[in-house]
């Protein structure tokens, strides 16, 4: 299945006397980059969150945006960590006296080291409504994101069955070129009155109409549309490989263009390299 890289998704769940939202937003990137935003005050979550992103996403900028509210009765939305903040305390303690300052350590001091963190005892509990909420949203934005895949993959066939079209027209007009080839150069010979012997006449053609020869280039860029077409049936994330395709591609068609000898060969090559381009300008999105 191609899938894009953009979309958005947002998930709510309510229990255990928590209520979670989640909101995804996913744009192009040519890695998996994930941001989770607003969720600071619960660090052990965080790796939980990551990882089930890297479980669903293979490529894109994720952008996470998390609230949660304690829907308990009464209570402290955010209680302290009483604990851990007297922990904290008797360090700082134990360092004043090292460095034998004289003021003992006063709130901020707490603070900055990183002892009035919020209670987590609830955090498992709060893990189980979270993680609906985010599978939800997870969803969607993968749901977003199939649904602009499969209209990328639309136009990625589209373009190659242009690109398979031109070609079938340089393939037709290949043999009309290299008999230009022939009559023009017999024709040289002609006017100059020349005296060759046949053999030597025929040696010289087959030796300048190999060098206009495009068959080898023919077969390679047939080679990699078919290869194109099955990788956009794959299941798997697919965009990597079909922008190394699409850099053969244009590899062949330039070669192509570069041996055209007469105009409408050129032109046909000219709108096989702006076919490639789209399909390149395309797979900036594609997973």
Excluded at 43 to 72: C, D, M, T, Y
Excluded at 121 to 136: G, K, V
Excluded at 255 to 281: C, H, N
Aim: charged share 30%.
């Amino acid at each position: 299945m191609v899938k894009s890289m953009t979309g958005f998704g947002v998930g709510v769940a309510e229990g255990n006397n928590w209520r979670a939202e989640v909101s995804i937003r996913s744009l192009n990137h040519r890695f998996l980059s994930t941001r989770i935003r607003s969720f600071n005050d619960h660090p052990q979550l965080l790796s939980r969150i990551e990882a089930r992103l890297k479980e669903r996403f293979a490529r894109g900028e994720i952008s996470v945006w998390i609230s949660v509210n304690h829907v308990g009765a009464g209570g402290n939305d955010n209680p302290l960590d009483h604990g851990a903040a007297q922990s904290v305390y008797r360090e700082l303690q134990d360092i004043q006296q090292l460095l034998q300052i004289k003021e003992p350590p006063t709130l901020e001091d707490l603070g900055r080291a990183g002892g009035l963190q919020p209670l987590h005892a609830e955090d498992e509990e709060l893990w189980q409504i979270l993680e609906q909420a985010l599978t939800a949203a997870i969803e969607e934005a993968n749901s977003g994101r199939a649904r602009e895949g499969s209209e990328l993959k639309s136009e990625l066939g589209a373009i190659t069955a242009r690109i398979r079209a031109s070609l079938d027209q340089v393939k037709e007009r290949l043999p009309v070129v290299l008999e230009e080839i022939r009559n023009r150069l017999n024709e040289k010979i002609d006017a100059l009155q020349l005296k060759l012997d046949p053999s030597r006449v025929e040696s010289e053609i087959a030796l300048l109409t190999d060098r206009f020869d495009v068959q080898e280039e023919i077969v390679r860029l047939e080679t990699h549309l078919d290869r194109a077409n099955q990788v956009l049936e794959k299941d798997t994330p697919i965009g990597k490989e079909l922008d190394f395709l699409s850099q053969e591609m244009l590899r062949e068609v330039n070669t192509l263009g570069s041996k055209a000898r007469d105009t409408s060969t050129s032109s046909i090559v000219v709108d096989m390299k702006l076919a490639v381009e789209q399909f390149k300008e395309q797979l900036q999105n594609v997973e």
